[in-house]
């Protein structure tokens, strides 16, 4: 990258030109480099015009956001390499149809252009570099972009390859702590910078999204929890448990944008311990607090023992059907709830018509609203800093839009709101904060540790597959994982809350996905086969997100009343979306397409061009019949069982060894997209 270096440091950059066609652009750095002194004044019309022509002709916008007009004259006496970066993405004529925003003007002598064929494939390799990329659309001075280009040259230098991700967190170690000790090395450096990189305008949407999809999950798993447990625990320690055990997470763990949350498979196994404790006669909130602190005391060990390398077996085979399931629950519940008031209400006259249709239409006016304005990102309409404020703000949008709407024009009809407690006490008159663990006989104090052994093999495999769900490839995430610091994490909490009746939380997955989406700054793509999709390209990796939106989360004790006011069917609408946004970039779902699909329309990826169709579908098919089998045993009564059956995943992709030739199942259950698939534009 010498060409661009020298470009730099010899002044040969405009940083934010302002200009609205590409004329415009050319008469502004054929200027500059007049001022320069390395262009004749009374030859840049000259070279002008000849640039002009060219990109009239044949326009070379080249793709992914990049041109390089070129001309060379007799004018110059040496090759001239000029960076531009435009105020405003321009449409040049790329054939990817994607707006330019950074141009190389390549000037020359006559017969100068076989030495600036090296300097357009270096440059085709440096603009294919998303971080180089985002980075040179974010830097104020070359000083700042030629840091990017020192960061880009160390990221490829083919002498010193960077060590694969795996590698670094997951390669097993016989010694204790050295995982933990690992993690913390890796993420400490980084621990101020976690809070700087916050100071954004999409932590304050990301917050303003998320408090209300973690809120709503948490009043909602509280207040089943309150049902099945003749109310011992419920919202109240729900709320407060998501508001402590978020701000600690945010505040001390390793990856501070996972969620932590309620889950469905936490949820089952607490109701059926309560069932447990019933039959024998045993008082629940003690031996559940038993069973926390050994459970708590399972994980630290699993952490210091460096278990977590286990999940280097888990591949995207694993991943993919694990985070389906978890959306399609979350679309499943939201669907459930919506219909469930319109049927059960409408159609067998329990309610009246607008009882019943208007809060169907608070959901889904909230999920269409949400989903839209997430799009707008793509749209060829407004300024692009208005765009990206729709986009980024558009959960948030919806659902103060639907509020809006049901308490101004439907503020008469009566539909089920959120069922926030009325006050700050524990939902169980009778007792006190703290549970008095010395309350069981001796036995049942060591008889818990069999529940509480299911409990760790659940909580270790939510928590890292979440984990390395959020730290897939697909998410180009920088300062590292924390996969046994943040299981040791998990562990305290856990045994904390045990202490005081408070519900175990676990890595949300869907709400860590959707964390880590709205810190995200978004590329438009076009595949080989011409459609249009987003990619990741940045990610803000903060902890002020995930601080404030537990803070929030808190501080909503002191509004208990007037949550209550919030219609349940504009959050069933947001569950909708989350889920439904969730799925987006699971190979899974997009193999399930081609079933239905023309064979002649299938999409030219890496594993089309290198897997026989009929080997595709087949795996797609031991997907769908793994992701079938979870759903039914989490439905079941044998839903305590269900973090066995996601371990069972691992032997079952083992298997498939045996029947599939090395070569496709490398393909098929690629880490990432491979590096020639993702270079087709240059």
Known sequence: MKFFREALLDGAFLLDLKADDIESILHQTLNHVVALGKLPAERREEVEAHLTKRETVAPTAIGHSVSIPHAYSDAFTEPVVVFVRLARPLQLGAPDGIPTRFLFA????????????????????LMSDVEFRYEAGQVQTHLQLLDALKRFEERSTPEIPPAPKEASSLTYSRKLCSGFVTDLKRRLPHYLSDFRDGLHPKTVSSTLFLFFACFAPAVTFGGIMAELTDSHIGAVEMIIASGFCGIAYALFSGHPLIILGGTGPLLIFTVIFYGLCQDFNIEFLPALAWAGLWAGLFLVILSVTNASCLLRFFTRFTDEIFAALISIIFIHKAIEAISKNFFDGYLNYQQSHDEALVPLLLAIGT???????????????????????????????SLCAMLGIALLWFHDVSFPTLPAPDSFRPTLAERSWYVDIMAVEPWVRFATIIPALLATVLIFLDQNITAHLVNSPDHPLQKGEAYHYDLALVGILIAICSLFGLPWLVAATVRSLNHVRSLATLEEVVTANGETRERIIHIRETRLSGLFIHILIASSLLLLPYLQLVPMAVLYGLFLYMGIVSLSGNQFFERLHLWIMDRSLYPVTHYTRQVPIWTIHSFTFIQAICLAVLILVEVSPLGILFPLFIGLLVPVRFLLDKFFRAEHLEALDAAEIPYEEDMQWD
């Open 106 to 125: 390549l000037l020359g002598p006559s017969g100068g252009a076989t030495e600036h064929l090296d300097t357009m494939a270096a440059i085709a390799r």
């Open 367 to 397: 999920f269409y609203i949400a989903l839209s304005l997430s799009r707008v990102r793509r749209s060829r309409y407004l300024l692009p800093q208005i765009r990206e404020f729709l986009s980024d703000f558009g959960p948030s949008i």
